[in-house]
Antibody
Framework: EVQVLESGGGLVQPGNSLKLSCATS????????MYWYRQFPEKRLEWVAR??????????DYTESVKGRFTISRDDSKSSIYLQMNNLKEEDTAIYYC??????WGQGVMVTVSS | DVVMTQTPPSLSVAIGQSVSISCKSS???????????LHWLLQSPGQSPKLLIY???NLGSGVPDRFSGTGSQKDFTLKISRVEAEDLGVYYC?????????FGSGTKLEIK
């Protein structure tokens, strides 16, 4: 059974940092391209970041609004990915989902940026 | 960025009826490999999104064949035949042909 479990969300003030984690099991993680998506309070979905597999040199991509602030990474030995979020803004407030492409999604973790 | 326009924004249907949801993209979604990376997701109330249909017309794992997807280039349709109560939720189309990946705004399906 595939499992995807995010953790690390919470309430932070603007300008602060937060790191999300995503632990997975049940599929071949080492070759999987992994994604972070987010869903804003108005329910709009947005792709946030992607990290490719080792065979693709762990290449990363980001949506424009988070470039330079967010960093996606992975640890194949733990079948996990991470999202380091720095200089958070109120408009980053959303539910963050970790996913294997669109096939398997986690339950999501809430990130609230507010003073 | 590719803009995904979904219509209608909401639907209210009776059990057993059929419905269609439209998704139009601002650019062709045919990738250089000849495949079309247009997918449909369903987000049931309180749940995370689930893959329903991938690459226009292929059913996701465990998805009943009451769901079907058609279309090409820039014009796509999701059809649900014989709607059941469990089908309620928000349906999203998403394109993965062009970066960044972009989603439609969603269609909320309610049961009468």
């Amino acid at each position: 059974e595939v499992q995807v479990l995010e953790s690390g969300g919470g309430l932070v003030q603007p300008g602060n940092s937060l790191k999300l984690s995503c632990a997975t099991s049940g599929f071949t993680f080492s070759t999987a391209w992994m994604y972070w998506y987010r869903q804003f309070p108005e329910k709009r979905l947005e792709w946030v970041a992607r990290i490719k597999a080792k065979s693709n040199n762990y290449a990363t991509d980001y949506t424009e609004s988070v470039k330079g602030r967010f960093t996606i990474s992975r640890d194949d030995s733990k079948s996990s990915i991470y999202l380091q979020m720095n200089n958070l803004k109120e408009e980053d407030t959303a539910i963050y989902y970790c996913a294997y492409y669109f096939d398997y999604w986690g339950q999501g973790v809430m990130v609230t940026v507010s003073s | 960025d590719v803009v995904m326009t979904q219509t209608p924004p909401s639907l209210s249907v009776a059990i057993g009826q059929s419905v269609s949801i439209s998704c139009k993209s601002s650019q062709s979604l045919v990738y250089s490999d000849g495949k079309t990376y247009l997918h449909w997701l369903l987000q049931s109330p309180g749940q995370s999104p689930k893959l329903l249909i991938y690459q226009v017309s292929n059913l996701g794992s465990g998805v009943p064949d009451r769901f079907s997807g058609t279309g090409s280039q820039k014009d796509f349709t999701l059809k649900i035949s014989r709607v059941e109560a469990e089908d309620l939720g928000v349906y999203y189309c998403v394109q993965a042909t062009h970066f960044p990946l972009t989603f439609g705004s969603g269609t909320k399906l309610e049961i009468k």
